[in-house]
């Protein structure tokens, strides 16, 4: 069954774990006229561990606006259970800015879909450091930024990067954005700057990791799209996959077959991100799906 998004609701919800949370969450959604129509929880531990619940409802027969839902969710509920808890609505899109740097096959498959609505989000900008893409972002009817990083002076196009955002930019994606952003920057956006790096972490981190991986004569090959933190290539997992290879293929096979894998795991955790089905805990993701 396919509800429509328009009326679709999403709970997402952190806590200690105790008995009681979930006919407490689900009972005052009840109460105030909403029908639930997913649920999906996750506990750490059989006792005293964190729970975690991904819910949707339905909103036509709300009681309340969403304003006075909010306030009293957290007066009547969160409060009581020590609940870290976001509510969002499927129909409003996310505004999502896009970073890229020189590789267009990840830019691309994430533009084509959005196209097609397979994903739902509001794209205003792309931000390159190089100006190579800016005639195939045109082809989409969006605005595309060049803005160079200079060595030594990262802080001055972080800045200009910043100022093209404003203040309106729910998630950033990093399609193949080949450089490394500050510390300061990525505070700015914690859990909401997803990028994808080329290789399974935790291994082959750093520069050409098709390279290393031909080097090392692996026979598996991947991608990891995960959150960007501080420290490089370490944030929260969100998705991998993976391809077989063997001794018969370059390094340039390699990176060809890596693309296609890139593309889908990017594709995926975007799509996750954006459907309010990922809560970070402890630098690893629980993923409802």
């Not at 800016?134 to 200079?150: K, S």
């Not at 972490?201 to 520069?207: I, S, Y």
């Not at 991608?223 to 370059?250: C, K, M, P, W």
């Not at 990922?278 to 799906?289: A, C, D, Q, R």
């Amino acid at each position: 069954m396919t509800l429509s998004r328009e009326t679709t609701a999403r709970l997402l919800i952190s806590c200690p774990d105790r008995p009681g949370i979930i006919a407490a969450v689900t009972g005052f959604l009840y109460r105030h006229g909403a029908n639930c129509t997913a649920l999906d929880q996750h506990a750490t531990e059989r006792e005293d561990g964190v729970l975690f619940m991904r819910l949707e409802f339905q909103t036509p027969h709300l009681d309340v606006s969403r304003s006075m839902l909010e306030e009293a969710f957290a007066e009547e509920v969160a409060g009581k259970f020590d609940i870290k808890w976001r509510l969002s609505y499927a129909t409003d899109a996310p505004r999502m800015a896009i970073f890229v740097s020189k590789h267009d096959h990840v830019l691309m498959d994430l533009l084509w879909r959005l196209h097609r609505g397979d994903l739902h989000a509001e794209v205003p900008m792309v931000i390159s450091n190089h100006p190579d893409l800016e005639h195939e972002v045109a082809r989409f009817g969006i605005p595309y930024y060049h803005v160079p990083m200079v060595k030594g002076e990262k802080h001055t196009g972080e800045a200009r990067m910043l100022e093209i955002m404003g203040d309106g930019i729910d998630v950033i994606v990093l399609a193949r954005y080949m450089q490394i952003l500050s510390g300061s920057f990525v505070d700015r956006y914690v859990n909401r700057i997803v990028n994808i790096h080329h290789s399974f972490l935790p291994a082959f981190a750093g520069a050409d990791p098709y390279r290393q991986a031909s080097d090392r004569g692996v026979k598996l090959i991947g991608a990891t799209a995960h959150y960007v933190t501080e420290e490089l290539d370490r944030g929260a997992i969100i998705d991998q996959d993976v391809v077989r290879v063997n001794h018969r293929q370059s390094s340039e096979d390699l990176r060809r077959l890596g693309r296609d894998v890139e593309r889908s795991v990017l594709a995926r955790a975007v799509r996750w991100h954006l459907e309010d089905r990922l809560i970070v805990h402890e630098n690893k993701t629980v993923v409802f799906v």
